[in-house]
């Protein structure tokens, strides 16, 4: 239940499309309007994941600021990291407006935006001048007109590799055609290959390993999610994000606006993303760390999806009907729910229900 104030302020926020009131959310973090959240930290939720020191295990997602614009601000939200992009080598407008909806009685979101950014260079001018020492993760694409995909990704592990804290390879949009294809096993073996090899060789010149996520697609078939962890563990990557947002429109109140082509996020893909987080939990066993994605709207929510085996979660479309106050209440209720469950740490609640998700029908 949100409270009166937030209603309002939801209310004025969606007087505007969805796309202007983003860039005002973005205008607000920038000019500092939005009040810092005042979390006291918890040595319980504080965990090493492919070998970073995460405060809490909640992150922003990608997408929501994708060209490094308010990357510290959101960190002062409660975020224990967030991730910037997806930003593709050279800049590009996406695809025509309208192209991004609100299902409100579904608390859900659909987007076609199809990678809108300002390009590696801009993101990369904004991060280089950042002093904090934040953990801002960056989420690398390709442009929708590359000749070669695979390239734009290597391109995205050089230009990047002094500034970011990790990488996510983002190989699930369904805004840009074809973009899903390198989830095949021939394909994504190629772009693995490749990324970690750029990856090698950037850590071989500064003596740092950045670790590499991959972020996939809820809609994989059984052999599809098989594929994907074989050539997972056959490389030497560093973890996974489940789940980038879903084709499907089931169980929708709102049928007008599930007709909009795009990719659909919020709490209709909770246990889609969820029980495909346990699937592939199981596949790639208990050493891989996997960031739980879709539909985390709750420290309930936050917490189910490190007990179907995530070690670490992130959200962005609640944020849009709970607003900023979200992620503090979030990180503050994790830690409740630590003292109900008289659990020393976040870790030790991972994969209590893996069972039950993992056998869980979508
Ligand atoms: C408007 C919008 C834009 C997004 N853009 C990106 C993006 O550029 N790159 C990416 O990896 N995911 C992107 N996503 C997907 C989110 O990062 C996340 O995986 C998905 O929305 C599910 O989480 P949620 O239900 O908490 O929103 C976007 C989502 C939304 C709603």
């Not at 579904?106 to 020492?133: C, K, M, P």
């Not at 059984?222 to 789940?243: C, F, P, R, T, W």
Request: hydrophobic share 40%; aromatic share 6%.
């Amino acid at each position: 239940m949100i409270d009166p104030f937030k209603r309002l302020a939801r209310k004025g926020l969606f007087l505007f499309n969805p796309e202007t009131a983003h860039g005002m959310s973005i205008a607000a973090l920038k000019s500092g309007l939005v009040p810092a959240c005042q979390i006291t930290p918890d040595p319980r939720l504080r965990q090493t994941v492919a070998g970073l020191a995460f405060d809490n295990p909640l992150g922003m997602a990608a997408g929501y600021d994708k060209n490094a614009e308010v990357p510290e601000a959101l960190l002062k939200l409660g975020f224990g990291f967030t991730e910037i992009g997806t930003v593709t080598p050279k800049p590009q407008a996406g695809n025509p407006r309208p192209r991004i909806f609100r299902l409100v009685e579904d608390e859900a979101v659909i987007n076609r935006l199809g990678f809108n950014n300002e390009g590696h260079d801009a993101a990369f001018e904004r991060l280089s001048a950042l002093t904090g020492g934040g953990m801002i993760g960056v989420n690398i694409g390709a442009n929708k007109d590359s000749e070669d995909r695979i390239a734009d990704y290597v391109a995205g592990i050089r230009r990047f590799y002094s500034v970011a804290r990790y990488f996510t390879a983002n190989i699930s949009s369904p805004n840009t055609p074809g973009l899903r294809d390198l989830q095949a096993r021939e394909s994504l073996a190629a772009l693995l290959s490749a990324v970690l090899a750029a990856r090698e060789e950037m850590a071989q010149k500064s003596g740092r390993k950045i670790p590499v996520f991959l972020k996939i697609a809820p809609d994989l078939t059984e052999e599809g999610m098989d594929d994907i962890a074989a050539e997972v563990l056959s490389h030497a990557l560093d973890g996974l994000i489940i789940s980038n947002t879903t084709l499907s429109r089931e169980g929708l109140k709102d049928q007008r606006q599930a007709q909009e082509t795009g990719g659909l996020s919020g709490v209709p893909l909770f246990e889609k993303s969820t029980a495909v987080l346990a699937r592939m939990r199981k596949r790639v066993g208990p050493g891989l760390p996997i960031i739980g994605v879709g539909g985390v709207s709750s420290a309930e929510t936050a917490l189910e999806k490190i007990r179907a085996g995530a070690d670490l979660v992130q959200l962005y479309s609640c944020m849009v009907y709970e607003g900023p106050g979200l992620p503090g209440d979030i990180v503050r209720g994790l830690s409740k729910l630590l003292d109900r469950e008289k659990a020393g740490s976040i870790r030790e609640l991972r994969d209590s229900r893996l069972d039950y998700w993992a056998a869980r029908k979508v």
